[in-house]
C-alpha cells in the first residue's frame, strides 16, 4: 500500500523547514483576528502571475523603443537606457524576471515538500515545469537582444553547438546584413513565446475550482514598491558591446538564465546537458516515482442523496458532478464522483448535510462514534471533562498539537469499578496536557485529513456528550493542502449557528504553532475552572490569534508594522534572485588568442562523365560537366591549417541535405600566443588535391580573434 501523508516521514522532515518559516513571518505579520497574515509565501502562484503581467507591460515598452540588428542593438538598448524613465524600466523588466524563476522554484519546493505533486495533481505539477523551461528559454532569448559581451558569450557557445550558415552569419564581414532576420526572429519568438504561457496556466489550474488568479493588493503593492527601489537603488547597465573579433576574458552574467555557460565550460556540455535533462525527467516522473495515497475517492450514497449540489460547489477540484437521476426517488440529480481527480480532502463531506457522501478511507461515521465513546468512557478520576482539539492531518504530522502524555482511551465497564485501557482508535486520542500550573488536564484530539471535511454538527455533538469545549485548528485561510479547507470551515461555522452552547473557537495557524494552541487551551481549561457556566457560554468564532484588538481599533502605524516582514522576505528574494547572480564569470580561454576559419563552400560534384549511361552521356553538350546539369552528391570539403609550417588544425565539413548536394559549412578555432605567425591554409574539395588558398604572415594581438573568412568566388580566404 502507498503510504499516506502523515506516513511519508521524510518529506516531512523537510517540510518542517519550510513551515518554520511560514510559522515566523506569519506570527508578526498576523494583525487581527479579521485580517489575513501578511505572508508572500502563502501566494507563490499568484505572485507569479503579477509578475508576468509586470514583465509584459515593460517587455512592450521596451520593444517600442528598441532596435534589432548587431549594427545598432547595443546602441538602441544604450539608448533605452539614457534617460531615467528607460533605466527604470529595463531594470525592473530584467529583475522581476529573476524574481520570477526564484518564487517559480520556491512554488515548485512548496508543492513538493507539502506532497501535492502526485495522484489528480500530477497535471499541474507537469504543466509547472514546461512553464518554468518556457521561462528560461525566453530570459534568455532576451540576453541577445541587448548585445553585449554577456550576449557575445551566448553567441559563441550557440556558433560552437550549430555551426553551419549562422555561424558563417555572424562571421561574414557583411554580419550586420546577413544576421538582421536573425535579431527579428529571436525579438519575435521572445515576444511571442510568453503569449504560450495562456495556454498552459490554464492547463496548469484546470483542474481546480475557484481558481486565485490574484494577489491580494497589499501584495501587489508592496512588490510592485519593492522593484521600484531595488530598481532604482541598483540600476542595470550594459557591459561592454560585443565583438567577435575581441576573446571574453571576465564577463558579468545573470545567473539565474545564463549559468549554463561557466558550468558547461567547466563539466563539459555532454556532461551538464546530460545530467539537466536526467533532472528534468526525474521531476516529471515524480507524480509516479513518489505516489502516495489518501483516504479518498469520496463514495456517494445514493439513497441519502437529495441532489443539493453543495458537495459538487465547494469541491475544490471540480471532482464532483451533478447528472440526472430517474430512479425512484423525487429528487431530479445525483452527485457522481469523478475518482481520478478526488484528492480525499473530505470537503464533500462536511458540506452534506445528509450523510449522503464519505470517503472510501475514513468513514465520518466512524469519527463521531469513537467521539461519542471516548467522551462516555473518559477518566473519572479528573473530574473534569477534556477539551476536544480538531485539527487535520497537516498540523498532526508537522508537530502544533503537543503529543499526549497516557495517549490512550479508558473504557469503564457497566458497574464503573473497573478501568481498561484498550487500542486507540485511528483518528480520536484521549490523554493529558499540562496546563498553566503544571497540572495534566484532559484532552482529546481528533484529526481529518482537512478541516474542510469538518461538519459544525460535529463539535456541537461533542459539547453536548460532555466536552468542556471545542478548538479546530486549520491552516491559514490562503494556505490549506487542499486549497479551501480552512475557507469551509469558517463559512460552515458562519451560517450554521448551531452551537448554542460550548467554548468554541477557530484558530488559522501555521502548522507548528503549538504556542497559539497550548495558550488557548490553557485559557479555557482555567475558564473552565473558575466557573462552571463559563461551559455554556455563547459560542465565539476566532479567526487567527482569536483576542486581537478589531481592525478598527488599529492605527496606521501599527497596520504598517505588520507589512514589513512580508516586505523585507520581497527585499530579500529580490536581491537573491537579482542583485547577487549578477556576478563575474571566468571566460577565459585557454590561450590569449585565437584563429577561427569560417567556410562556406560548394564543393565538387561527385557525378563524372564515366559514370554514365552511353545513351545519356551523348545527349550532354561538349564542353560542359555532367555533375551540373544532372546533380546529386558533393565531395565533402576539408580544411588545413597550417602555422609556422606546421599543421595544426584539420577539419572535414560533409554536405549538407537529404542527397548530400548542398554546401558544405563549418568553423574552426586554433588557439595560441599572441604574436607573428606565417599562417597557410589548404583546401581539397575533389576528395584528392590540396590546394593553398591562403598564405601570409600576420600579427595577432593579445586577446584578438582572427577570423578568415572564405571567398568561394575568390576561392580564398580573406580576413575579416
Known amino acids: 500500500m502507498r503510504t499516506i501523508y502523515t506516513a511519508r516521514k521524510r518529506l516531512r522532515f523537510f517540510e518542517k523547514g519550510w513551515i518554520a518559516l511560514e510559522r515566523a513571518i506569519e506570527r508578526v505579520s498576523t494583525a487581527a483576528a479579521p485580517i489575513k497574515p501578511y505572508n508572500p509565501l502563502y501566494y507563490l502562484g499568484p505572485l507569479i502571475i503579477l509578475l508576468l503581467i509586470y514583465i509584459a507591460a515593460t517587455g512592450l515598452y521596451l520593444t517600442l ?54 495522484g489528480s495533481r500530477w497535471l499541474a505539477w507537469e504543466s509547472g515545469w514546461v512553464m518554468v523551461v518556457i521561462f528560461w528559454l525566453v530570459g534568455t532569448m532576451g540576453y541577445f537582444l541587448v548585445w553585449d559581451q554577456a550576449a557575445q558569450w551566448l553567441i559563441e557557445y550557440v556558433l560552437h553547438l550549430i555551426k553551419g550558415p549562422l555561424a558563417l552569419a555572424f562571421l561574414d564581414p557583411g554580419a550586420a546584413a546577413r544576421t538582421f532576420s536573425f535579431f527579428v526572429i529571436i525579438l519575435f519568438l521572445h515576444v511571442f513565446i510568453p503569449t504560450l504561457l495562456i495556454i498552459t496556466i490554464l492547463i496548469h489550474v484546470l483542474r481546480m475550482a475557484r481558481t486565485r488568479y490574484w494577489t491580494p493588493r497589499w501584495l501587489t503593492i508592496m512588490t510592485l514598491a519593492a522593484l521600484a527601489v531595488i530598481s532604482l537603488i541598483w540600476p542595470v547597465r550594459s ?90 426517488t423525487t429528487f431530479s440529480s445525483l452527485a457522481v464522483v469523478k475518482p481520478n481527480l478526488c484528492t480525499g480532502c473530505g470537503v464533500c463531506v462536511g458540506a452534506c448535510a445528509d450523510d449522503a457522501i464519505e470517503l472510501m478511507g475514513l468513514h465520518s461515521a466512524v469519527v463521531r462514534q469513537d467521539l461519542q465513546r471516548t467522551l462516555a468512557h473518559s477518566d473519572p478520576v479528573a473530574h473534569q471533562p477534556p477539551v476536544i482539539i480538531y485539527t487535520c492531518d497537516r498540523h498532526d504530522a508537522l508537530g502544533t498539537l503537543p503529543p499526549l502524555t497516557d495517549a490512550a482511551p479508558v473504557d469503564v465497564d457497566e458497574l464503573g469499578l473497573s478501568l481498561i485501557k484498550s487500542a486507540l482508535p485511528p483518528r480520536v486520542n484521549q490523554g493529558y496536557w499540562l496546563d498553566a500550573d503544571g497540572s495534566p488536564k484532559p484532552v482529546m484530539t481528533a484529526v481529518t485529513p482537512c478541516m474542510g471535511m469538518l461538519h459544525p454538527n460535529w463539535a456541537a455533538e461533542s459539547i453536548e456528550a460532555g466536552a468542556a ?17 480552512p475557507h469551509w470551515v469558517s463559512h460552515r461555522l458562519k451560517r450554521r449557528r448551531t452551537l448554542r452552547a460550548g467554548n468554541t473557537h477557530l484558530l488559522h495557524l501555521a502548522p507548528g504553532s503549538q504556542k497559539e494552541v497550548v495558550s488557548l487551551w490553557q485559557r479555557m481549561v482555567a475558564a473552565n475552572e473558575e466557573a462552571e457556566e463559563a461551559r455554556h457560554a455563547s459560542s465565539v468564532v476566532a479567526l487567527g490569534k482569536g483576542e486581537s484588538a478589531p481592525p478598527e481599533e488599529i492605527s496606521p502605524l501599527t497596520r504598517a508594522r505588520y507589512f514589513l516582514p512580508g516586505l523585507a522576505l520581497l527585499l530579500a528574494m529580490l536581491v537573491l534572485s537579482a542583485i547577487l547572480p549578477f556576478q563575474n564569470a571566468d571566460a577565459r580561454p585557454p590561450e590569449e588568442a585565437q584563429i577561427r576559419l569560417a567556410i562556406g563552400h560548394s564543393g565538387h560534384m561527385i557525378a563524372a562523365a564515366k559514370d554514365l549511361p552511353p545513351d545519356i552521356a551523348a545527349k550532354i553538350p561538349e564542353n560542359v560537366d555532367p555533375a551540373t546539369v544532372l546533380g546529386g552528391e558533393r565531395f565533402p570539403v576539408r580544411v588545413q591549417l597550417l602555422v609556422d609550417g606546421e599543421p595544426v588544425l584539420e577539419e572535414s565539413y560533409r554536405p549538407r541535405g537529404m542527397r548530400k548536394e548542398g554546401s558544405s559549412e563549418g568553423v574552426a578555432s586554433y588557439w595560441l600566443s599572441p604574436g607573428a605567425y606565417d599562417v597557410e591554409v589548404l583546401l581539397m574539395d575533389d576528395s584528392v588535391t590540396w590546394r593553398p588558398v591562403f598564405s601570409d604572415t600576420v600579427e595577432i594581438a593579445p586577446d ?16 575579416r
Not at 65 to 86: H, M, N
Not at 247 to 266: A, C, H, N, Q, R
Not at 479 to 484: G, K, P, Q, V
Open 704 to 719: 584578438e580573434s582572427l577570423t578568415l573568412f572564405y571567398e568561394e568566388e575568390q576561392d580564398l580566404f580573406v580576413r
Open 65 to 118: 523603443f528598441y532596435r534589432p540588428g548587431s549594427d545598432v542593438a547595443y546602441q538602441s538598448v544604450a539608448g533605452i537606457s539614457s534617460s531615467w524613465l528607460g533605466s527604470f524600466v529595463r531594470t525592473s523588466h530584467r529583475y522581476a524576471s529573476d524574481l520570477l524563476i526564484l518564487v517559480t522554484m520556491l512554488h515548485a519546493l512548496k508543492t513538493f515538500l507539502s506532497d501535492r505533486f502526485w
Open 239 to 328: 557591459s561592454l558591446p560585443a565583438d567577435l573579433t575581441r576573446i571574453l576574458e571576465t564577463v558579468k552574467l545573470d545567473w539565474t538564465y545564463m549559468g549554463f555557460l561557466p558550468l558547461t565550460s567547466l563539466l563539459g556540455a555532454p556532461l551538464f546537458w546530460g545530467g539537466s535533462l536526467l533532472l528534468i525527467g526525474l521531476l516529471l516522473s515524480l507524480p509516479w516515482l513518489m505516489r502516495g495515497q489518501n483516504m479518498g475517492p469520496a463514495i456517494v450514497i445514493d439513497q441519502n442523496c437529495t441532489g443539493c449540489a453543495l458537495c459538487a460547489r465547494e469541491c475544490p477540484y471540480n471532482a464532483i458532478d451533478m447528472e440526472h437521476r430517474d430512479d425512484d
Open 469 to 485: 469545549g471545542a478548538i479546530m485548528v486549520s491552516c491559514p485561510i490562503h494556505d490549506c493542502a487542499y486549497r479551501e479547507g
